[in-house]
């Protein structure tokens, strides 16, 4: 008899310690309601003409292209990916940011190495991205900024990289602090 609930005992403790296995792998839903992002146009991004570069990216929406040595600041390119974790936690910095960007600026996505651009476009619409995203498939950019993400770039005004910050951001405040020191505003 007490070998039946020796038996009972370890098959409770085992099926407790799958469920909670099983909960911690599944993803936590946000118990604040995110608004659904959308895949939007490319076309706030400024440029100028660097005939110099081959660093041109296609826009997710697909209407457009831009070469990254192009992009004329103030602008805050964010190197990301849906299987990078410290890139899904910074994500709702760059949309709380994108929400009261300063005059002018211009915040940029980058989507790298995904395996499709429907995982992109989900996880935007599933984090509330409303901002231009660039899409490179290929990892044509680590020529540019290297070969780890999350990585973000600011780019001041006459279109130069002022600072590349390598990590993840850690609050919308060192964000806004990061672009105050670099690109003045």
Known sequence: MLNFQK??????????????????CNPITPAVNIPAGQVVSCEKIKTIDNATSDLT?????????????DISGP???????????????EIPYFVDLNNALPKDLVLIGVNREEVSPA?????????????????????LSKSLVGLSIPITVFISSDGQV???????VKSVDELRELIRKHLGI
């Open 75 to 89: 602008a805050v390119l964010n190197y990301w990916g849906t299987w990078c974790g410290p890139c899904r936690d």
């Open 7 to 24: 038996s009972k005992l370890r098959n409770f403790l085992g099926l407790v310690l799958i469920s909670a296995l099983i909960t911690a």
């Open 162 to 168: 002022a600072y590349i910050h390598v990590g993840a």
């Open 119 to 139: 995982d992109a476009i989900k996880f935007i619409e599933d984090f509330g991205i409303t901002y231009p995203q660039l899409s490179d498939p290929t990892g």
């Open 57 to 69: 990216l296609e826009c997710l929406d697909g209407k457009s292209s831009v070469d990254l040595a």
